[in-house]
């Protein structure tokens, strides 16, 4: 492992850090993560590597995102590795709080999400982004970044930032960066370590029913309600367990369009075996 990046622990160094950089007249970029990484985080941290002069990662598995019933425990943790693919891809920082530091036993202040997280993701997980805009405003206040990237296979997480971006008058700018996938489709996650080999060709079905709505919106397929029976369909032959949701929405509002207008975006979140995994697509 190389020398960088550095590993800070507390918020206090961190602190001190980013005022270093700060009197040092250098930006700094924040690319928040929750480790297990992979080439769609280090996709970000190279953009952020371009864009800004300092760049922070943070490596966080935070609890407040996950239900009881979900995978916190059994969420992959594999920081040696996750170190060594920072200093590759040139990071300056990297944060990895413990829960203590980022949640000590008198931290009871939390960040009520807009409405565009009630639907969707919401729906199946509904204290998720409660506790994903809580974690993310606490980083961008201790990491005072110029800017910060997230990816955009967490499409309706993004626009949940940004707007409490704009409603908080959070002082950042956000990036939002295109999602990137394995050579056969599948969209890079952390959670695909859990699939058997079996499941991995399954989890293939997403990718494979976005593209089969995509090329019947391009050739002008307008009836919301006859494609998205037909992506449950889809996601069925493929073999998934079971599906959370299947939809087209509008890009902005993620209100489900019937008739389909553009710019769509379209959102697929299903089981394979006990792994949840979700996909989507834009089309303009
Ligand atoms: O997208 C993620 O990995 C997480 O939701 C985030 C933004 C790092 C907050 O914990």
């Known amino acids: 492992m190389s020398d960088f990046p550095r590993v800070i622990e507390k918020i206090d160094a961190l602190r001190a850090f980013v005022s270093q950089t700060r009197t040092a007249g250098k930006t700094i970029g924040l690319v928040p993560t929750m480790g297990a990484l992979h080439e769609g985080h280090l996709s970000l941290v190279r953009r952020s590597v371009e864009q800004t002069d300092v ?56 960040v009520s999400p807009c409405e565009l997280s009630s639907a969707l993701e919401g729906e199946f997980r509904p204290t998720h982004f409660g506790g994903v805009l809580t974690v993310v405003l606490k980083l961008f206040n201790i990491c005072q970044a110029d800017m910060a990237f997230f990816g955009s296979k967490d499409y309706q997480q993004s626009l949940v930032i940004q707007k409490m971006v704009e409603d908080l008058n959070v002082p950042i700018q956000i990036e939002v960066c295109p999602i990137v996938r394995e050579p056969d489709g599948m969209a890079m996650s952390s959670r695909s370590v ?30 919301g309600f006859e494609l998205i029976t037909e992506m449950r369909q889809s996601l069925i032959d493929g073999g998934v367990t079971s599906i959370d949701y299947a939809v087209v929405a509008d ?12 710019p769509c975006v379209i959102l697929v979140a299903a089981h394979v075996g006990s792994t949840r995994l979700i996909d989507n697509c834009v089309v303009e």
């Open 194 to 223: 859990y699939l058997s080999a079996e499941e991995r060709e399954i989890a293939l079905s997403l990718k494979r029913t976005i593209d089969l709505a995509k090329d019947q919106i391009q050739q002008g397929q307008r009836d």
């Open 55 to 110: 760049t922070i990662v943070t490596v966080f598995v935070n609890p407040t995102q996950f239900a009881p019933d979900e995978d916190l425990s059994a969420y992959p943790r594999t920081l040696d590795q996750d170190l060594d693919l920072l200093a590759q891809a040139g990071a300056a920082v990297a944060f990895v709080p413990s829960n203590e530091e980022m949640y000590p036993p008198n931290c009871s202040t939390t």
């Open 251 to 262: 890009a902005k509002t993620l209100e489900t369009l019937d008739p389909i207008q553009l």
